[in-house]
């Protein structure tokens, strides 16, 4: 079992910048993609960013030139930098790791979630 552990939500004003942090545990064999989803009230959850262990980057076009994902493959750990924040990037934010065990099964976590709000 993998466990995830996002931190780094909070309350910001609109242009603000937040950091958050998703850390990997557990029965780590391989992590391959790491990312980063979130879901606002009354919607669907949406990938945000993703960032494979050769570090290739996918962002959703709303977020795009406003947010960094990076990763750090010796602590398990991925980050999502959020610059020049909106209101309607408010939304519970969740970390999501595809694990690849030693017999090449593969298996896919998630975290519980940070919540992220941007007063206008």
């Known amino acids: 079992q993998v466990q995830l552990v996002e931190s780094g939500g909070g309350l910001v004003q609109a242009g603000g910048s937040l950091r958050l942090s998703c850390a990997a545990s557990?029965?780590?064999?391989?992590?391959?993609?790491m990312g980063w989803y979130r879901q606002a009230p009354g919607k669907r959850r949406e990938l945000v960013a993703e960032?494979?262990?050769?570090?290739?980057?996918n962002y959703a076009n709303s977020v795009k030139g406003r947010f960094t994902i990076s990763r750090d493959n010796a602590k398990n750990t991925v980050y999502l930098q959020m610059n020049t924040l909106k209101p309607e990037d408010t939304a519970l934010y969740y970390c999501?790791?595809?694990?690849?065990?030693?017999?090449?099964?593969?298996?896919?976590?998630w975290g519980q979630g940070t919540q992220v709000t941007v007063s206008s």
């Open positions: 557990g029965s780590i064999f391989s992590i391959n993609t």
């Open positions: 999501n790791a595809d694990h690849v065990n030693w017999n090449m099964g593969r298996s896919n976590y």
């Open positions: 960032i494979t262990k050769g570090g290739s980057t």
